[in-house]
């Protein structure tokens, strides 16, 4: 499974972005997929997902009230909208999904497939 990641670049404080995850194979249905983000120097952290067969999502309370998460079943995608950026949102995005369930669809080491990485950048 491949998943192939576009969307990102350099913003204005205050702007929005939509990055997006194109699963390669099957239906995005069957996939729980998740977005990360890892900032200069620091681990990779969790921001969000969305349950196979989109049953439910969960945020970061972080990112929860400017991130959002949703599933374009047209493209057979992923996307993530964020809203209101701030400085502090920049880092390289990633996409990820497991190979099969999950318990915690927080941690960094249950994921098995990663995208290529985006980066944001938001400065003034």
């Known amino acids: 499974v491949e998943l192939v990641q576009s969307g990102g670049g350099s913003l204005r404080p205050g702007s929005s972005v939509t990055l997006s995850c194109l699963v390669s194979e099957g239906s995005i249905a069957s996939y729980t997929v998740a977005w990360f983000r890892q900032a200069p120097a620091k681990k990779r952290e969790f921001l969000c997902s969305?349950?196979?067969?989109?049953?439910?999502?969960n945020y970061d309370d972080s990112v929860k009230e400017r991130f959002t998460i949703a599933r374009d079943n047209f493209k057979n995608a992923v996307d993530l909208r964020m809203v209101a950026l701030e400085p502090e949102d920049t880092a390289v995005y990633y996409c990820?999904?497991?190979?099969?369930?999950?318990?915690?669809?927080?941690?960094?080491?249950?994921?098995?497939?990663w995208g290529q990485g985006s980066q944001v950048t938001v400065s003034s």
């Open positions: 990820a999904a497991p190979l099969g369930s999950l318990q915690d669809d927080t941690a960094v080491g249950r994921y098995d497939y």
């Open positions: 969305t349950r196979w067969g989109g049953a439910s999502t």
